[in-house]
């Protein structure tokens, strides 16, 4: 598939056959290693939270990250657009609920959420600003949008990018002022970028100039 194709489903990559291997990422040395600092982030910017709320996790895959969050003790709804995906999900996750969805057209009623994530997945989005949108729409008043995204400038993304290893090459990766941009006209935005290195401090505002540069991923949430 070459890059920025539109998928049929409104994905910019079909997941669809990667499903029943996708998982295996996370067995990894690197994927395990690379799932610890990414959990410690995310858990940097949702400290301190109220467990019991409900949690929809858009472009949710096989929902490896709908398990963490009801780890913490939400009730969580996952959608993707990929059917085999899905399918992996509810075998993995069997206290989650799935089901396929497009991100822009997102089967719940207005501020049914208390959180709404989407994690490395808003960059494989065919419309990532009307996704942004309907996730908006679901939030409950008070409530947060959590976005993960690869982040383009980092050594590893680059050089994914430079050999067009899929689904990257597919995908359409933000730095971290361009995630900055789109998420700030919903809301206000804190932002923390995972490396292995040290533990990531959330910044408010503007990412100042090369911040987060060496981090895999970019975690954001915007306060509506
Ligand atoms: C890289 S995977 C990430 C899966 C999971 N969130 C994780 O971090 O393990 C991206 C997922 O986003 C889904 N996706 C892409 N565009 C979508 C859309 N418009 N609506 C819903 N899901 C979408 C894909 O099918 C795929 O499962």
């Not at 959330?202 to 990412?207: L, W």
Request: glycine share 10%; net charge negative; with cysteine.
């Amino acid at each position: 598939m070459t890059g920025l194709m539109r998928n049929a489903n409104g994905s910019l990559f079909d997941f669809g056959p990667l499903a029943p291997l996708y998982e295996g990422w996370y067995d990894t040395d690197m994927g395990q290693a690379f799932d610890r600092i990414q959990r410690r982030d995310v858990l940097s910017l949702l400290e301190p939270y109220t467990p019991g709320g409900m949690v929809l996790d858009v472009g949710c895959g096989t929902g490896h990250w709908s398990g963490f969050f009801e780890q913490l003790g939400f009730r969580v709804v996952g959608v993707d657009v990929s059917e085999l995906m899905i399918r992996e999900a509810r075998l993995a996750h069997p206290n989650c609920r799935f089901q396929r969805a497009d991100a822009v057209r997102l089967p719940f009623s207005d501020g049914s959420m208390d959180m709404v994530a989407a994690m490395a997945a808003l960059e494989f989005m065919a419309q990532p600003l009307d996704a942004l949108a309907e996730m908006i729409r679901c939030l409950k008043p008070g409530g947060r949008v959590l976005i993960g995204t690869l982040n383009r400038l980092a050594p590893i993304n680059q050089q994914r990018l430079l050999e067009g290893e899929e689904p990257y090459a597919s995908g359409r990766l933000y730095s971290p002022s361009d995630l900055w941009r789109l998420l700030s006209r919903f809301g206000r935005v804190r932002m923390v970028g995972s490396t292995m290195q040290q533990p990531a401090s959330p910044v408010a505002g503007p990412p100042p100039g090369d911040a987060f540069a060496d981090s895999s991923l970019l975690v954001a949430e915007v306060l509506p």
